[in-house]
């Protein structure tokens, strides 16, 4: 039976993560997979999870199953934390949220519906986007085109270019967002350029699938949510990715939902027994101690509180290092201009640089980008900032 199947090379990112752990060079600095880290280069449990997890642990009478869609309790603090209060589709009842194995599970039972609903439909990616965007939906069978979003050489967006290829879209076809924090390029759309988009996705008569996988790392929770909001309450139907993954550190518990807008709430109904028989299909019921603790954290004000808190901390980080790198860059003479790593958001910005270089970095630097030179700016500590820095100015003169 396996005789005929071929060995695939590993997952860009997951692969590159397993070459970092296996080098022994005291200096090696990873900047590869998307995870937070600390100035130490750990990645901590957030004080919030731990509080919310020990009363969990002490007060857990049953293990039993707890349903295909998810904590309910959850689904509603979600649906409130990412469309804000009073939004006319949770006021209409046209919203759909379930709980999914992380935001993965979200883009991919999004995907399943979209394919049960109209197979034939397209659905346009940014390019670049993240490299498991095209497994995870294209996996469903839908059949996926790049849009252009960003020029990685001159570090600019290229919106005009974006908006024209769009205009050629069919009605029905869905276009997928980076919802804030873009990656990999951390280059977001202002808000007079979502409002623009927002036209054309009307006026075209597309279906926005937002992927919101970094709330909070940009510029705070409500202001992440904007275009998220205003796009939701101007189209009759969209679908929404959530993770918990980054903002609260949630990695490996799986924490993420589903969020579909129907036209009506006649629709939504039939959109949320799809979207259980798909997830039962595919993994029957998703994990659930993720979402308890985070359904805690949502519930309690004391622990509501102490998320913000360290969820402000951690986007400063992110921020101050940005900055740092940038003025290290010039520090070390390298070779261009890096302040657009300042005016970037989230945790990720491409470097600009070959896969040769990439390479370069890594194998004579030990310094781990992924091969389209994406940096996880989190990886960068006042620390490993000078040699970071010189290592880049070293393989730029190459
Ligand atoms: C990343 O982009 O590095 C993260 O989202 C981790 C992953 O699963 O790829």
Same mark, same amino acid.
């Given at each position: 039976m396996f005789q005929q199947l071929k060995g695939l090379d590993p997952d860009p990112i997951l692969g590159l993560m397993a070459k970092f752990r296996a080098d022994p060079h005291p200096q090696k600095v990873d900047l590869g997979v998307g995870v937070y880290r600390d100035p130490s280069g750990n990645t901590p449990v957030l004080e919030c999870v731990t509080r919310a997890e020990q009363t969990i642990l002490a007060g857990q009478t049953t293990k039993t199953y707890i349903g295909p869609a998810g904590r309910a309790e959850f689904n509603d603090a979600v649906t409130q934390l990412v469309l804000g209060p009073g939004h006319p589709a949770v006021r209409d009842r046209r919203t759909v949220t379930v709980q999914t194995p992380g935001g993965c599970g979200a883009l991919r039972v999004g995907a399943e519906l979209i394919r049960a609903a109209a197979a034939g439909v397209r659905v346009h990616v940014s390019?670049? *986007?993240?490299?498991?965007h095209v497994p995870l939906l294209g996996s469903s069978g839908l059949r996926l085109e790049r849009y252009p979003y960003y020029e990685p050489a001159s570090h600019r967006l290229r919106f005009a270019e974006m908006l024209a290829q769009l205009e050629h879209a069919s009605a029905g076809d869905v276009v997928l967002l980076h919802?804030?924090?873009? +990656?990999? *390029? &951390?280059a977001d759309l202002d808000p007079q350029q979502w409002e623009t988009l927002i036209g054309l996705v009307q006026r075209r008569n597309l279906v926005p699938f937002l992927d919101l996988a970094y709330q909070g790392l940009s510029e705070g929770l409500g202001a992440d949510a904007a275009a998220v909001r205003r796009i939701g309450a101007a189209v009759p139907e969209m679908l929404l990715a959530v993770s918990f993954s980054k903002n609260l550190g949630l990695y490996r518990e799986r924490t993420g939902a589903l969020i579909c807008i129907a036209e009506t709430a006649g629709r939504a109904d039939a959109i949320r027994s799809q979207v259980l028989q798909i997830g039962r299909s595919m993994y029957s019921m998703p994990p659930d101690h993720g979402a308890a603790i985070a359904a805690r954290i949502f519930a309690d004000p004391a622990l509501t509180s102490s998320w913000h808190r360290e969820l402000e901390q951690m986007r400063a980080r992110i921020d101050g290092m940005r900055v740092l790198l940038a003025g290290q860059l010039k520090t070390a003479r390298a070779e261009g201009d890096f302040d657009f790593l300042s005016r970037q958001h989230g945790m990720f910005s491409l470097l600009g640089v070959s896969g040769q270089q990439v390479a370069l970095l890594r194998e004579r630097h030990h310094v781990y980008m992924t091969s389209d030179s994406r %940096? +996880? %700016?989190? &990886?960068?500590s006042p620390e490993n900032v000078g040699y970071v820095a010189d290592a880049i100015a070293a393989v730029l003169r190459c």
């Open positions: 390019d670049p *986007t993240w490299s498991n919802a804030c924090c873009h +990656n990999p *390029t &951390g %940096m +996880n %700016m989190a &990886g960068i």
